[in-house]
């Protein structure tokens, strides 16, 4: 099904997702994580943010991810969205998605248009991550931190939510299954934890209830 979303003007596009947003999750939009943990990462689960942008290009909306720095301790290597943990001086959790993407990206937070939020996603290393979907109007700047960050770069919107891209793969681990969305795009291999948060987004934006 196409979203009605690809057919509206931009700033339409931008007041039918705030809308859309502003609604209860669907009940297909919650509970996706898969409830496994690493070992050593059991237990409460540490709060954390991170920022979905939307970026307003004259050939259609785009998001912008990040590719992680080999280095990492945790998820090096993957594709992700700029976030990280909640800190005691973040007034919410709209404004550690802001700070992390200012950290990783160089990104200005009066650059960012927040939208709204999607349902929590609980990641294999202990994390609660809270999706803040913001708008970006170009022009902008973004500078990659040499520790934290590999590359940039924007996908199309429209073949993130294009379901003939969405796929679910599964991995053995010893006697445990674990199975896991993927959106390959060109060289780019989007799987796991953002690949699920973008599968909340599909299903929120839809208004999937199943």
């Known amino acids: 099904m196409k979203l ?14 705030a ?4 609604r209860p999750a669907p009940a297909s939009a919650r509970n996706l994580s898969d409830g496994y943990r690493l070992p050593g990462r059991e237990g409460e689960p540490t709060p954390a943010a991170v920022l979905v942008p939307f970026v307003n290009r004259p050939d259609g909306l785009a998001v912008l991810f990040t590719e992680r720095s080999a280095d ?11 976030g990280g943990r909640v800190e005691p001086g973040d007034i919410d959790i709209d404004a550690a ?18 939208l709204g939020r999607l349902a929590n996603y609980e990641t294999v290393t202990g994390y609660r ?6 708008w970006l109007e170009p022009p902008f700047s973004v500078r990659a931190d040499p520790i934290e960050v590999a590359d940039i ?21 010893g006697e445990i299954r674990r199975d896991y969305f993927a959106i390959p795009y060109r ?20 208004g999937e209830h199943a």
């Open 4 to 17: 009605p979303l690809f057919d509206l003007a931009p700033q339409a596009q931008r007041t039918w997702l």
């Open 97 to 114: 998605a802001l700070r992390e993407a200012a950290e990783e990206i160089g990104l200005a937070p009066d650059r960012v248009s927040v």
């Open 153 to 173: 770069f924007e996908v199309p919107l429209a073949f993130l939510l294009d379901p003939a891209n969405q796929q679910r793969h599964f991995r053995m681990l």
């Open 187 to 206: 060289e780019r291999y989007i799987w796991g934890a953002t690949a699920a948060m973008l599968m909340i987004l599909d299903r929120t934006l839809r």
């Open 72 to 82: 990492l301790p945790d998820h090096a290597g993957q594709i992700s969205f700029p």
């Open 19 to 22: 809308e859309r947003l502003s």
């Open 129 to 134: 991550v809270t999706p803040v979907v913001g």
